[in-house]
């Protein structure tokens, strides 16, 4: 046992089985990485694997519950259509058994509504402090001046000139800008 977490043992066999799998595993031996970065890549997953058994923990003390239906839609989600045999080979070649891929996804659901259960119980804004909040920070909502700009482009200086004075006596810039403009 490497760890526990309240009476509940972190195993060699559950770290190791968070590892990559071979091709990953392969990789990592041929690329540059020293032992120490091996050893603190394996105390961050350790700390991975203690943080989800707290969660998960917590998950049962508040008894967050799972319908079979919500289950099964995520498990379809993941499958994303797959035939059965080609999933199954799938998890062999990840290392996995359908039934650790089913229990992983069923953890994984069970984190995902306790923390969104956690949030939404501390989240109990009312519209006055909403409107209290937007009113205190007008600065936030209210753009500053706004400035648009239009420009006609021309190739003589001339041009330019006798283009301006033409719209300063009521010629119309859109009309000016689509009949001279050479951009």
């Known amino acids: 046992t490497l760890a526990f977490v309240n009476h509940e043992g972190i195993t060699v066999r559950e770290l190791l089985a968070a590892i990559p799998e071979k091709g990953e595993q392969e990789k990592n031996e041929q690329s540059d990485i020293s032992a120490r970065e091996k050893f603190q890549l394996r105390r961050n997953l350790l700390a991975q694997l ?89 600065e936030k909502w209210h753009m500053g001046e706004e400035v648009r700009l239009r420009q006609i482009v021309v190739e003589t200086r001339s041009e330019a000139e006798d283009l301006r004075l033409s719209i300063l006596e009521g010629m119309d810039f859109t009309h000016a800008a689509r009949e001279f403009s050479k951009v």
Do not use: C
């Open 50 to 138: 203690i943080e989800r058994k707290m969660l998960l923990q917590e998950a049962r003390r508040l008894q967050v519950r799972l319908s079979e239906k919500e289950v099964g839609q995520r498990f379809d989600e993941i499958r994303d259509g797959k035939e059965e045999a080609v999933f199954l080979r799938f998890l062999t070649e990840q290392g996995m058994t359908r039934d650790a891929w089913e229990n992983a996804i069923r953890e994984d659901l069970l984190i995902e509504r306790l923390l969104d259960q956690v949030v939404r119980d501390q989240l109990h804004i009312t519209e006055e402090e909403i409107r209290r909040y937007y009113e205190g920070h007008p």
